[in-house]
């Protein structure tokens, strides 16, 4: 009776396996290619440019480094015609780029409002001198 159980629970084991490995082989083969992802590349390089030139090096130099590296790899990819990481690479090289930029402008508008800030302190000073 154990033999028997264990025997029946074996072949089910053993369907399941090969049940499972069908359904990935026919979800492989019928998955076609993916497009190359010109599109995804073209926006994520303009966001790198466009970190690069809102300061990035400056005052973002690790977002804007791994959104560079992850441009380059992408172009790889696309290369080798590895569409589907292309498309997820120069996605997350957008994102990177999105954060270098905004980093930077934040940074920039900072030491803008510092800068006001000191020459308020300053014009105060200099008014409270002349008053006395």
Known sequence: MK???L??????????IAVAAAIFVAGCASTPSA???TEQMAVA????????????NEFAPLQLKSAMEKMDWA?????????ARA???????????KL???TARA???KKAADALQEDNRVLRKELDRKAQ
């Open 75 to 83: 172009e790889r990819a696309m290369g080798e015609k590895n569409y």
């Open 7 to 16: 025997t029946q629970s074996f072949r089910a084991s053993r369907i399941g």
């Open 107 to 109: 940074a920039k508008a």
């Open 3 to 5: 033999t028997q159980n």
């Open 100 to 102: 270098a930029e905004t």
């Open 35 to 37: 497009p190359a992802p």
């Open 45 to 56: 390089r303009a966001a790198v440019n466009n970190a690069s030139s809102a300061g990035g």
């Open 87 to 97: 498309k997820l690479l120069a996605e997350e090289a957008l994102v990177d780029a």
